[in-house]
């Protein structure tokens, strides 16, 4: 792998310098409230200190200093549900059979992704193997430049469940306790179950997988260690189980119900919607035959159900499922837009990417006040307007250091002739 050193100009500045920001306005704490400051200084990876614009701004000769010229800073963006070892090929899980070299350039490229979209958090939900594991301890240990990986190893299924090709196929509860032991022990941070079939895979979506003796034996061991746990679930009877047995938040659910959403607010659980994984989702593509026909099916009913679900006031951390099918890492801003469509406003919809992420992906990331970390992105526009503001940040800092946006590009550039390829 390549060390944050050897990369050299990937990031701006020295390791461990002092990183100052002037003249900007912060969208800061827990309701992102507009504060203009002359200064926002950063040390050691955490933000120290806030000055007001006008008054003294004190530096010192080793700060590296970035003048914003009155644009905003937010929190770095979190992606609450991607597939950080697929590349959005049309027959994505193809990608899975690539060779292991590939593979691991897949999650350095996505994480370069990631960054240059202002992404500087994520939660990987699944692999078919334990390749993501390792790239996230690598980010972890600042061996390698990439976004915060919160990631859940092999996911959890049922014999001819959804994902039972690359997942870990579990039956009976005893099997599933050796199932989530097997991913913690592996190095993961968060447990993902599949309670009920999928769109993407062969199947009913709308089956029910998992018994409810299962999920609950998966939830007790992830919650003894510590870890919470993700449910992919598309219907109520589904996420109700899901629900019942004590998961943290529900994955999709496209075919949820009013009464589906009003037992969600009720147990305080949070959604990850990830609707606009269907977007791109078309025949002639490449995509297989039953997938587009599943997701033609399921367009309209799942854009309803997020409407559904903002309506009933259910806690929502945005989410992509980035890296299936033409649905490449880095498409956030486009699920933000769909919020906005289904009821939301800008503010609120930014809120599910940074504020109300924050507690999907821990480490305190996704707010801006002093003693959080410095992940943090620059756009000229308010994105608490407008969350297209977000496209194309000016700058991205990750750890309290600034991204090489060029570079980054660049680089990205040549990882895609192999990718593709």
């Not at 409230?33 to 010192?60: C, D, K, N, W, Y």
């Not at 899901?242 to 496209?254: N, P, Q, R």
């Not at 821990?362 to 959080?372: N, Q, V, W």
Request: aromatic share 4%; net charge negative.
């Amino acid at each position: 792998m390549v060390s944050a050193e050897a990369l050299g100009s990937a990031q701006l500045g020295e390791p461990g310098q002092p990183l100052v920001l002037t003249n900007g306005i912060a969208l800061v704490g827990s309701e992102l409230e507009h504060r203009e400051f002359g200064m926002l200084r950063i040390v050691a990876g955490q933000i120290e200190s806030f000055g007001p614009r006008g008054g003294a701004t004190r530096t010192h000769s080793d700060d590296l200093i970035l003048d914003l010229e009155g644009a905003f800073v937010v929190p770095g963006l979190i992606d609450s549900h991607v597939h950080f070892d697929l590349a959005g090929h049309p027959a994505a899980y193809e990608h899975y059979d690539a060779s292991v070299l590939l593979r691991s350039l897949t999650c350095f490229h996505n994480g370069l992704a990631a960054l240059r979209n202002g992404i500087t958090s994520v939660r990987d939900l699944g692999s078919a193997d334990h390749t993501v594991l390792d790239y996230a301890s690598l980010v972890r240990r600042d061996l390698l430049i990439g976004p915060r990986v919160i990631a859940a190893g092999r996911p959890i299924t049922v014999s001819d469940g959804h994902f039972s090709q690359y997942a870990r196929v579990a039956n009976g509860p005893s099997d599933v306790r050796d199932a989530v032991r097997e991913q913690i022990a592996a190095g993961a941070r968060v447990i993902k179950l599949m309670a009920t079939g999928g769109i993407s895979t062969s199947g009913n979506p709308e089956s029910i997988q998992l018994t409810p003796e299962e999920l609950a034996a998966a939830v007790t061991e992830a919650h003894q260690a510590g870890l919470q746990v993700a449910a992919h679930a598309h219907t109520h009877a589904g996420v109700v189980a899901a629900l019942s047995a004590g998961v943290d938040s529900i994955e999709h659910a496209a075919f949820g119900d009013d009464a589906t959403f009003e037992v969600m607010a009720s147990h305080h659980a949070t959604l990850v919607p990830t609707v606009s994984a269907l977007n791109n989702v078309l025949p002639g593509r490449g995509i297989p035959a039953e997938t587009v026909r599943k997701s033609l099916e399921a367009r309209e009913p799942y854009l309803q159900s997020v409407r559904k679900a903002v309506s009933a006031g259910v806690h929502i951390a945005a989410g992509t499922d980035a890296g299936t099918a033409l649905n490449p890492i880095g498409g956030l801003v486009d699920e933000l837009a769909m919020y906005c469509d289904a009821g939301m406003t800008a503010l609120q919809a930014l809120a599910t990417a940074t504020t109300g992420a924050s507690g999907l992906i821990g480490g305190r990331a996704g707010i801006i006040e002093p003693g959080r970390p410095a992940d943090l992105m620059v756009v000229a526009g308010d994105p608490s307007a407008d969350v297209t503001a977000l496209r194309r940040p000016l700058h991205v800092v990750r750890r309290g250091r600034v991204i090489d946006l060029a570079w980054a590009d660049r680089t990205m550039s040549e990882l895609s002739r192999a990718l593709v390829g």
